[in-house]
């Protein structure tokens, strides 16, 4: 009786000799990297091959993983709080722009995301991810840039999702007053500081703690948005009328000083590009869920395609509700929330407050969310000594198994953040938003363009994967798509362009990348060498070369059996 041994064994073999005669993250004797997501048959052994131990409890659910992604998105929240940017364009920038930007976003970011994290799944994500494919002259800078912004673009995306839930408390409180309250800039700021404070305590909580908060999440949004889509319509078949489907669909308004098609670019482009964001919480995430390799990837692209969706349905009834003749004043009420002007106007009083006191309710937890992914994010660049304090920020909070330190980091940066809104008539609080898209953004694109480029021999793809052209294809459109949101952030609302108009994002964004700079080349230049392995020899070799041993020897065994 004779025994086969499949090319797929063959091939497992030579890769395990492979393996044992070149280096991982954690050594810089050699320039090679094998990270392979298809050997090892362990979560922790495929961390042990990225370079890490696992330190975090790996409690998380698919679920748990998706939920974290919508739940910052808080899509209703969102929507609430940009509805007056996409309706500078009419109902067909609020409809189309909408639905244009959300299937860019989905294949051109989140899809090749996606296959990154299939790939390589670590809380690093981006600056792991650029120090990988990069070339090794350049590989270390580039990495703690990409990890430097991202941090700070996540702590842009705590200011703007908190200050926007301040706004909407102030709103209520407004309307609460009957217009007889005067909404200032330090009574939001105040508000917003307690909130960031709130959110703090709940990213605090053990992992499992934290999947609960999401699925919690996931249920105060769907009932949210059923409840709008109910509400709405109701109050304005008995007090208003419903606009036909060429108004919703067809009626174009610029309302701002530029031409017709960059204003559709401009404010239809941007709600979703910001609600539509964060899902790299996903990727900040992996040490603690479950079968990263797919639940990370699904968790990523399950939530794009969910806002995308169902967001599209939202600004639909938006624009059937709206008073055709009357948008102007929509946009610009004084209460600051576009919505709750429109829902005061069928409904009154009490059900805009109620109604916007479960929007808040919901953004809160949008907030939490985002404090959650930005914790560890921020723990994992301090782990590889990226960051100021890192000895200090590193420590995992051995009772709970939370980057308790790193929590209270990110909620101290988002308060100082935050100082920003108290400058000028707005303009630095819109900074914000436009950090929290294009400082991402910028980290999202260097992993994208090193991995098709220098870096595609580096790449072994996971069990998430397009194929080579496919994936080529969502890359290099999704970098076009990030480039086109980066001059519309950047770009001024108003002209004349002078001091009170213009747009500050470009030099918060400048600004960022000058102070990581100065800070890498004169501090760290010297201590951050990119990603530093916690492993021991023994642990990498009990985690990754007997894991994988051990694999292979089964698949060998599987093998022979089949051919008796």
């Known amino acids: ?45 495929l961390l042990a091959q990225i370079g890490y131990k696992q330190e975090l409890q790996r409690t998380m659910s698919g679920l748990g993983c998706f939920g974290i992604a919508y739940s910052i998105m808080g899509l209703l929240p969102s929507i609430v709080t940009l509805m007056g940017t996409g309706l500078t364009a009419g109902p067909v920038g609020l ?16 899809w090749p995301m996606a296959e990154l994290a299939s790939a390589v799944p670590s809380s690093g994500g981006m600056y792991l991810w650029t120090y990988i494919y990069a070339p090794e002259s350049m590989r270390a800078a580039l990495s703690y840039m990409v990890g ?38 330090g009574a939001t700021y105040g508000v917003f500081v307690g909130c960031i404070v709130l959110q703090l305590f709940c990213s ?10 999401q699925t919690t999440s996931i249920v105060c949004n769907n009932v949210l948005i059923v409840i709008f889509f109910i509400l709405l319509p109701v109050g304005t078949a008995k007090h208003g009328k419903f606009n036909d489907a060429k108004f919703i669909f067809g009626d174009f308004e610029n309302l701002s000083p530029w031409s017709d098609g960059w204003a559709f670019l401009q404010y239809g482009f941007l709600p979703a590009a910001w609600t539509i964001g964060a899902f790299d919480s996903c990727v900040h995430m992996a040490e603690e869920v479950k079968n990263p390799v797919k639940n990370v990837p699904y968790g990523i692209v399950g939530s794009i395609a969910a806002c995308g969706i169902v967001g599209t349905l939202v600004c639909i009834v938006i624009a059937a509700c709206l008073p055709a003749d009357d948008i102007d004043s929509i946009i610009n009420t004084d209460s600051g929330q576009p919505l709750t002007q429109m829902i005061f106007n069928v409904l009154g009083k009490k059900w805009a407050i109620a109604f916007m006191s479960l929007v808040a309710f919901c953004q809160f937890l949008m907030g939490a969310s985002v404090m959650v992914a930005i914790s560890r994010q921020i723990w994992a660049f301090a782990r590889d000594d990226g960051l100021p304090l890192s000895r200090v920020i590193k420590k995992v909070n051995e009772r709970i198994n939370v980057p308790v330190y ?60 397009a194929g080579l052209i496919k994936s080529n294809i ?13 001059v519309l952030f950047c770009w001024p609302d108003s002209t004349p362009i002078d001091k009170d108009t213009m747009n500050y ?48 020897i089964d698949s060998i065994m599987e093998d022979a059996k089949a051919s008796m």
């Open 474 to 486: 969502l890359n290099v459109m999704g970098v076009c798509y990030m480039a086109l949101v980066f």
């Open 505 to 552: 994002s470009v030099l918060l964004v400048l600004g960022t990348y000058l102070i990581a700079g100065i800070y890498y080349w004169v501090y760290k230049k010297r201590d951050y060498q990119g990603p530093k392995s916690n492993l021991t020899d023994a642990e990498y070799e009990e985690l990754v070369i007997e894991g994988v041993e051990n694999n292979h």
């Open 1 to 45: 009786m004779s025994t086969t041994v499949s090319p797929k064994s063959t091939n497992a073999r030579q890769g395990l000799n492979n393996m044992q005669s070149i280096t991982s993250v954690r050594s810089r004797e050699t320039n090679l990297f094998h990270i392979n997501p298809n050997e090892g048959n362990t979560e922790e052994g």
């Open 148 to 185: 430097f912004v991202n941090s700070f673009a996540l702590c842009g995306s705590v200011c703007s999702i908190t200050y926007g839930l301040a706004v909407q408390i102030m709103s209520c409180v407004y309307i609460a007053y009957d217009g007889n309250y005067n909404i200032t800039t």
């Open 406 to 465: 790193a929590t209270i980091a990110s909620g101290i940066v988002s308060i100082v953040v935050g100082l920003l809104t108290l400058i000028g008539d707005g303009q630095a609080s819109n900074a914000l938003f436009a950090l929290s898209v294009i400082g991402s953004y910028v980290a999202y694109s260097a992993p994208q363009i090193l991995r098709m480029t220098v870096g595609k021999d580096k790449f072994t793809p996971g069990p998430f994967y």
């Open 204 to 213: 605090c909580l053990t992992s499992r703690g934290i999947s609960n908060l």
């Open 95 to 110: 409809v189309w722009g909408w639905f244009f930007s959300s299937l860019l976003i989905l294949f051109g970011i989140g």
